[in-house]
């Protein structure tokens, strides 16, 4: 599965969009892009995925650039709520696999009031 | 709608004591089931997963054991705990019919061995 790189904090003003950047420079065509949350002491959270075209859904929008290099996920309203940690995992679909999935250190969002 | 349950949520066992935790899912069959471990500011260890009743893959060599004794249960055993068995135990699920391959994850069990 592909290396992702994502800034390791950020801050958004509660109201205000969100935008969660991740690099996968290495991603090959048959890779999705997923991206999951873990608020504190909670199991992580899936939120969206997409292979090449833009995708939303009720939490949130994946923006995914031509080359696939590179997304964002985006949280058009964040709330205090929305504090956590944003994992982009890149990975693929094939079959005799585990299929699991590899979590790095992932971008801690914090929303301010 | 489907969901995953897991308990106990929280756990404090003493060195060398055995363990069980359970997870089960509802609202699905046939799913793959996974066990994952967080330890403190880590991320995510795969320990087993299972693909269906009986059949257990283990990923990492260790003292826990993992049984899927109906398709929708999946258990987490040790017979004796050791100090580095403490973390944030996560069962989760994923039908392989889905198209997206995503992945869901219960509550988790917090285990403290002291």
């Known amino acids: 599965d592909a290396k992702t790189t994502q800034p390791p904090s950020m801050d958004c003003a509660e109201g205000r969009a969100a935008n969660l950047p991740c690099n996968h420079s290495?991603?090959?065509?048959?890779?999705?892009v997923y991206w999951y949350r873990q608020i504190h002491s909670q199991g992580p959270q899936y939120i969206i995925h997409?292979?090449?075209n833009n995708e939303t859904n009720e939490m949130a929008s994946l923006i995914i650039t031509e080359d696939r290099k590179s997304s964002t996920l985006i949280l058009p309203h964040a709330t205090l709520r929305d504090t956590a940690v944003y994992y982009c995992?890149?990975?693929?679909?094939?079959?005799?696999?585990?299929?699991?999935?590899?979590f790095g250190s992932g971008t801690q969002l914090t929303v301010l009031p | 709608s489907q969901t995953i349950h897991q308990w106990p949520a929280t756990l404090v066992q003493p060195v060398g004591s055995p363990l069980s935790l359970e997870c089960t899912v509802e609202?699905?069959?046939?799913?793959?089931l996974y066990w994952y471990r967080q330890a403190a500011g880590r991320g995510l260890q795969l320990l087993f997963y299972?693909?269906?009743?009986?059949?257990i893959s283990s990923e990492v060599p260790q003292n826990l054991s993992a049984s899927r004794p109906q398709d929708r249960q999946f258990i987490l055993s040790s017979k004796k705990l050791l100090l580095s068995d403490s973390g944030f135990y996560l069962c989760a699920w994923y039908h392989p019919d889905r198209a997206g391959h995503e992945q869901y994850f219960g509550p988790g069990t917090r285990l403290t061995v002291t």
């Open positions: 299972s693909v269906g009743i009986g059949q």
């Open positions: 609202g699905t069959s046939n799913p793959n």
């Open positions: 290495t991603i090959s065509g048959n890779e999705y």
């Open positions: 995992i890149v990975r693929g679909i094939s079959s005799g696999s585990a299929r699991q999935l590899t």
């Open positions: 997409g292979l090449k």
